[in-house]
Nanobody, 118 residues
Framework: QVHLVESGGGLVQPGESLRLTCTASGRFTNYRMGWFRQAPGKEREFVATISWRLGQPLYADSVKGRFSISRDQAKNTGYLQMNNLQPDDTAVYYC????????????WGQGSQVTVSS
């Protein structure tokens, strides 16, 4: 079974940037890779997803224009570039492997903490 590992989180000030990386332990065979986040006391929410073969992205309205999702098929790695981070972006970010519908994710990483604070 392929495992996913997130990295790249940290503590930044408002307006700064971070890039999260999601690396698969083997060949990534899911239809899509998605990023979700969960803030304290809140449910996990969708952030962005990308179809693995075609590279088509989709974003939550809250991050559109600030975040960019991409992938490197040869490296079995996905990325989430996050610009102009705001305190509301503070959360644990998870990457997952999803199906064609985008409704079901069968593989998850352990999460990476992103904290935005002045």
């Amino acid at each position: 079974q392929v495992h996913l590992v997130e990295s790249g989180g940290g503590l930044v000030q408002p307006g700064e940037s971070l890039r999260l990386t999601c690396t698969a332990s083997g060949r990534f065979t899911n239809y899509r890779m998605g990023w979700f986040r969960q803030a304290p006391g809140k449910e996990r929410e969708f952030v962005a997803t990308i179809s693995w073969r075609l590279g088509q992205p989709l974003y939550a309205d809250s991050v559109k224009g600030r975040f960019s999702i991409s992938r490197d098929q040869a490296k079995n790695t996905g990325y989430l570039q996050m610009n102009n981070l705001q305190p509301d972006d503070t959360a644990v970010y998870y990457c997952g492997g999803g199906d064609t519908t985008g409704k079901y994710y069968s593989t998850w990483g352990q999460g990476s903490q992103v904290t935005v604070s002045s």
